[in-house]
Each structure stands twice: as C-alpha cells, then as structure tokens.
Antibody, heavy 121, light 106 residues
C-alpha cells in the first residue's frame, strides 16, 4: 500500500525558513517522480515543485522559484521541500504527491495527508 | 501558462441524478487531463486520468470525456458519498488545476 507522510509544517514569521519532509513507503521510491502541491485555506490546488526519480531534474512554479528547493534522499525514501524567504501568501497545506507516467505524461496518483504551513508575525 | 476553468463552481443535486462538470483549457492539452475528488480535511483522490481512463477502484458511475480544450466529468447516478469538491488538472505542460466544483446533495 502506498503511503506518504508529510511533516515539518508549523508557524513561521515572514522572511523565515522551513523544511518539509515526506516519508514514502509501499513503492520503489527511486523509480518515481515526486511533487509538492499546496492548498491555501479555503482555496484550490496549486502545483509547487517536482523532482525526477533520480533527483537530476527539478521544476518549480514561478511563485516559488528562487525561494524553494525540492530534493530527495532515495536511500531513505524521503522527499524534502526547503522553503526560504517565506511570505504570507505561502500559507497553505502542503501535500506531497507521487507521480506516475503514462505515454510520456506525468500525473499524480497518490497524495499524502498534508502538513500545514502558516506564515504570520 | 495553461489556464483551466471549471463550471459550475457549485452544484446541488439529488441522489440518483446525473451530474456533469465541465473543464476548459486555455489551449489544447490533447487528452492530458485528470480529475480528482477532495473531501473536507482530506487529500485529493485520483478518479480519472488521460481524460477518460478510470483509476482502479473508482466506481463506474464516474466517467470522463473530451479532448483538446473541452472536457467533462459525469457522475451517472449521484450518491451521498459523492459530496465533495472536484478538480480537473492538465498535465500537458507542467501541472495546472481548475478552481474546483463543489457538489452538494439536496
């Protein structure tokens, strides 16, 4: 059974930093691209970042480029999101999501339960 | 960037009704579209991928259709457990979600 368990969320002041983790199990972690998707309170879903299975390729939404860094440790089946220079508009539930590829296109097939990040003074 | 627009934003229907949600892309995305269901306080759940392929374990009352820029999600006979918010998502170029459609049971 695929399981994704996020941690590391919390309250942080504007301009501060936070590191999120996502522990994965139930699948061969290194074989799959992984992503972070966020959801502001009462709002819709926004893709944040994606990393390839080997960690060699990373992609970011314009809203976080230059501030957030995605990484992974395949030896520990763990995905990370380092968030710097946090802003109030980064307040959201952050979900980690496993991606699957069909005919060369990637979509999200499993999601974790999310971790809440609140940016406020 | 590809924009995704869903309609309606909210719909209310009775148990047993046929329900249709529409999703439009700002440019052609071929069939690279997924649908997700999200219940309050829960993570999204994949329902449909590649516009019309039903994810394993998803009830057959859910179906998807469309290609290019116009897509639909249909629930053939609405059940109480279907009360949720539904999101479309394109994965032709990066990943973009629609704003969501909240389905309520009358």
């Amino acid at each position: 059974e695929v399981q994704l368990l996020e941690s590391g969320g919390g309250l942080v002041q504007p301009g501060g930093s936070l590191r999120l983790s996502c522990a994965a199990s139930g699948f061969t972690f290194s074989s799959y691209a992984m992503s972070w998707v966020r959801q502001a309170p009462g709002k819709g879903l926004e893709w944040v970042s994606t990393i390839s299975g080997d960690g060699g390729s990373t992609y970011y939404a314009d809203s976080v480029k230059g501030r957030f860094t995605i990484s992974r440790d395949n030896s520990k089946n763990t995905l990370f999101l380092q968030m710097n220079s946090l802003r109030a508009e980064d307040t959201a539930i952050y979900y980690c999501a496993k991606q699957v590829v069909v005919a060369g296109a990637y979509y999200f097939d499993y999601w974790g339960q999310g971790t809440l990040v609140t940016v406020s003074s | 960037d590809i924009q995704m627009t869903q309609s309606p934003s909210t719909l209310s229907a009775s148990v047993g009704d046929r329900v249709t949600i529409t999703c439009r892309a700002s440019q052609s995305i071929s069939s690279w579209l997924a649908w997700y269901q999200q219940k309050p306080g829960k993570a999204p759940k994949l329902l449909i991928y590649k516009a019309s392929s039903l994810e394993s374990g998803v009830p057959s009352r859910f179906s998807g259709s469309g290609s290019g820029t116009e897509f639909t999600l249909t629930i053939s006979s609405l059940q109480p457990d279907d009360s949720a918010t539904y999101y479309c998502q394109q994965y032709n170029s990066y990943w973009t979600f629609g704003q969501g459609t909240k389905v309520e049971i009358k």
